[in-house]
């Protein structure tokens, strides 16, 4: 079983930067992904690295502004966020699956079985 906890959400005005980690148990070399969803839509893909680390991946709504990235000594995935937009407010979740290879990355919500309780963050404008 994974356990995956998520922190490092919060409010931040517009322009502001935040960073979230995903730190995981029971379990290692697996793919991340980030997701979000705001009230009222779906749950969207955000980011996504694959267990080396080699490989990214981000929707276009957040390329050039957010940053994943791994720490595989500490079981933990970072999603940095820089230049935020109030369109970037919703509850982020991390997700992880097992690896097929080093190079994999999934972006389909139904890709993930295991999923972190997820993390508020809100931009004001």
């Known amino acids: 079983q994974v356990q995956l906890v998520e922190s490092g959400g919060g409010l931040v005005q517009a322009g502001g930067s935040l960073r979230l980690s995903c730190a995981a148990s029971g379990r290692t070399l697996f793919v991340n992904g980030w997701f979000r969803q705001a009230p009222g839509k779906e749950r969207e893909f955000v980011a996504g690295?694959?267990?080396?680390?080699?490989?990214?991946a981000y929707a276009d709504s957040v390329k050039g502004r957010f940053t994943i990235s791994r720490d595989n000594a500490k079981n933990t995935v970072y999603l940095r966020m820089n230049s935020l937009k109030p369109e970037d407010t919703a509850v982020y979740y991390c997700a992880v699956r097992s690896a097929l290879s080093f190079r994999d990355i999934y972006l389909k919500v139904d890709d993930y079985p295991y999923w972190g309780q997820g993390i508020q963050v809100t931009v004001s404008s």
């Open positions: 690295i694959s267990s080396s680390g080699g490989n990214t």
